[in-house]
C-alpha cells in the first residue's frame, strides 16, 4: 500500500477504553515434557478494546506460549486470564488465532475457505446465501475478491495469509491473536501485507495481541511494545508507539521506534517502565 496516499488514523485508545484482556501473574511451566521448563514467569498485562499489543522477544521466551494461554489451548501453572472480565478456561470463537502457517484447507476454494469460518454463527448457521455474502465482504476487506473461486494452490504466500486472515475475521472475534505470521515472505510482499493489516485493524477495531521477533515489524504493528526477556519470559518493558496509521514497515520512523525496542531488549536493567498493567 502506498502510505502516503491513504487516510492518517491517529492509532492509541481514548483513555476511556475499557480492560478487554487481562493476564495477571500468569506462570506457565511444562512438567511433563522430557526437559522440565518454565516457559513463562509472573507475566501481567492488559490489553484495552481496540487496541494493538505486540509481544517482542527473543526465541522460546515464551511469546506463543502467551498466546496459546489466552487463546485457551494451554492452561496457566498459576496466575489468571480474564476476557471481558470471565476467566478464559477454553477455546472459544471469541479469541482467534492466526498461524505462523496459513492452514487453510486445500480441498476448499478461497471463497470456501472463509465460509468455513462462518459455518456456525448465528446468523449464517442455516442461511448459505448470507454466509457466502458475508465472506465475499471479508474478501474485499483482503482485496481478494477476484479470487474467490480459485483453488489455495493457485495462490502465493501472501495471498494465503491474507485468505487465512479473512477465515480468522469471519466469526468477528473478539479478539485477534497473531503469531509471526508472514515469516516466510519476501520483503517486498511482507511490507505490502503490514501496510494492509494495518488498514484491516483500522477498519475493523480489532482487540490483537501479535507476537514477533523482529523489532520493526513489532513497531510497524504495535500501539504498545512489550519487551520480553529470554526463557524464562518475562514482561522487562513497555514501548508505544505513537506513529500514524497506517504506516510503513520501511520508514524511518518505524525503524527509529525499532531501535529502541532493540535497545530495551539488550538493556540489562528496566529503563523504560512499563506504563500499564
Ligand atoms: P517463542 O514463541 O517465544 O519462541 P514458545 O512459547 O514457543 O517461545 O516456547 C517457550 C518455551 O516453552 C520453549 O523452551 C519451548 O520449548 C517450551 N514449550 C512450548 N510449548 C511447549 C510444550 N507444549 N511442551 C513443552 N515445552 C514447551
Ligand atoms: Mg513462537
Partial sequence: MDASSAPTVVPGQPASAPVKLRLRDVTKSFDHSVQPVVALQAVSLEV????CVVLFGPSGCGKSTV??????????????ITLDGQPVREP????????????LFPWLNVIDN????????????????????????LLKLVHLEE?????????SGGMKQRVALARALAPDPKVLLIDEPFPALDALVRAKLYGELQEILVRTR???????????E???LGDRVLVFTGRPGRIKGEIKIGLPRP??????????HARRINAQLESDDEKEPREKA
Fill in 247 to 256: 504506516r510503513d514497515i520501511n520508514d524511518s520512523s518505524v525503524g527509529e
Fill in 114 to 137: 472463509v465460509m468455513y469460518g462462518l459455518r456456525w454463527q448465528r446468523p449464517y448457521r442455516f442461511r448459505l446465501r448470507a454466509r457466502r455474502r458475508k465472506a465475499m465482504e
Fill in 92 to 103: 472459544g470463537s471469541d479469541r482467534l488465532m492466526l498461524f505462523q502457517e496459513h492452514a
Fill in 147 to 155: 479470487f474467490a473461486g480459485s483453488a489455495v494452490h493457485e495462490l
Fill in 206 to 216: 480489532k482487540t490483537i495481541v501479535a507476537v514477533t521477533h523482529d523489532p520493526r
Fill in 48 to 51: 484495552s478494546e481496540g487496541e
Fill in 67 to 80: 498466546l496459546n494461554l489466552i487463546a485457551g489451548f494451554e492452561t496457566a501453572t498459576s496466575g489468571e
Fill in 218 to 220: 513489532a513497531a510497524c
